[in-house]
């Protein structure tokens, strides 16, 4: 069974922990070990988690997987999904996702990007109705997809 609630500031060096596993099949995808959630400190999620929405999904005392929400406007702008790789594909994301909708109730859209090359992260925001609004070449090897959710 898979819970999910605010993290707290305590919670930044696991949640930085998982950020990084998560993150090393993109950057193998990429061939980018440098991607910003692998070169983020645990003092900066820290300020992220006091800042803004950070969500975490925890199975047992396990932590899952995260999301984070900064609500710019009436805009909130999502960030650094993230599910444990051997939990990838059981729902966690989608969880997450759905939350953090919940969680910002006076966001009218939700704005996110995610690497050209990211199919499986692509399919789970289309499925939630995401839809593309711009691409943006970033590096040689990275277009950002940028999606917008608007209710």
Do not use: W
Request: contains cysteine; proline residues 4%.
């Amino acid at each position: 069974m898979v819970d999910i609630e605010r993290a707290a500031p305590g919670d930044a060096g696991e949640i930085l922990t998982l950020q990084r596993a998560a993150y090393v099949t993109e950057a193998q995808l990429y061939g980018d070990p440098f991607l910003p959630p692998l070169v983020e400190t645990v003092e900066q999620v820290r300020k992220v988690i006091e800042g803004g929405i950070v969500l975490k999904a925890t199975e047992g005392a396990r932590l899952v997987g995260s999301v984070r929400g900064q609500l710019s406007g009436s805009t909130c702008v999502v960030a650094r999904l993230i599910v444990a790789p051997d939990r990838q594909g059981r729902g966690t994301g989608g969880r997450l996702l759905g939350a953090l909708h919940e969680a910002v109730p006076k966001a009218t859209a939700f704005d996110l990007s995610t690497g050209h090359l990211s199919e499986g992260n692509l399919r789970l925001y289309r499925r939630f109705g995401y839809r593309e609004t711009r691409r943006e070449r970033v590096q040689d090897h990275l277009t950002l997809v940028h999606l917008r959710l608007s209710r």
